[in-house]
């Protein structure tokens, strides 16, 4: 049944009920119902309640809604982000060069390993390796390896990791756009896990948990920041520092 037979089922049936001439009724949006091709005011049957001009548009525009195209989901969805890469996404380059990175992982030297100990406790050990076994400033790939001795979770990894960021001089606010990375990144560890950090250049890295690749990180400074941690010459522990790049060979 169209709409407008509905009207006037309505109207005789309003009629029969209420003996009321609907030609009496001033219609105070008459411009409306004229666009509308309606002649005549809608009354609720047995109350005499008319309908307001809000209400009336409102039931208007429903019906209207019914006759206008649907869109389905499938005509508007756009395919989900990747989730292992933020909004600035990798260029081309990046990419290959991390996918040239991650063919050399198995196949880097290693340029030198050092044991972190605090009192008679061992921490970690820690290995820094090279395409050439060789360390070179601004030289990438360069992959740091840790293998914890004791279980550590992952809020006192950060926390130290936050200690040694400002004793390298890292300013506090990048330290806390820093601090987010290692955040969503860092799960705990057990004694015997190992956590590696590949640095594909200044501003590129990723970490393997037990050679589990975490999502790529490319906050700007991140990963030269990270490894300052270690081959900073104002890093805290030097001694350990001289055994990683091979000075002590």
């Not at 090279?130 to 400033?137: F, I, M, T």
């Not at 990048?174 to 015997?192: C, F």
């Not at 400074?221 to 900073?232: H, N, P, R, V």
Request: charged fraction near 20%; charge should be negative.
């Amino acid at each position: 049944m169209s709409f407008s037979e509905d009207i006037t089922q309505i109207e005789e049936n309003v009629m029969l009920n209420s003996h009321v001439s609907l030609s009496k009724v001033k219609l105070p949006f008459s411009g409306l119902l004229c666009s509308l091709r309606l002649t005549r005011l809608l009354v609720v049957a047995s109350s005499l309640v008319f309908i307001t001009p809000i209400t009336f548009a409102e039931n208007i525009a429903d019906i209207s809604s019914l006759a206008e195209p649907q869109v389905t989901e499938s005509s508007t969805s756009t395919s989900p982000a990747n989730p292992l890469i933020k909004s600035d996404t990798l260029s081309q380059t990046q990419l290959l060069g991390s996918a040239q990175s991650e063919a050399s992982f198995d196949t880097m030297q290693m340029v030198g390993e050092a044991d972190m100990d605090l009192l008679w406790f061992s921490i970690y050990s820690a290995k820094l390796m090279s395409v050439d076994g060789e360390y070179k400033q601004n030289q990438f790939p360069l992959k740091l390896e840790i293998e914890y001795h004791r279980d550590i979770q992952a809020e006192d990894l950060i926390e130290a990791t936050v200690d040694q960021w400002q004793h390298i001089g890292i300013d506090n606010q990048d330290i806390a756009r820093l601090q987010q990375q290692i955040e969503q990144a860092w799960p705990d560890v057990k004694e015997g896990d190992k956590l590696s950090f590949m640095m594909h250049n200044q501003n590129l890295g990723q970490f393997y948990f037990n050679d589990q690749a975490l999502p790529i990180i490319q906050e700007p400074g991140f990963a030269a920041a990270f490894l300052d941690i270690w081959l900073s010459e104002q890093t805290s522990r030097p001694e350990l520092r001289q055994e990683l790049i091979g000075a002590s060979k």
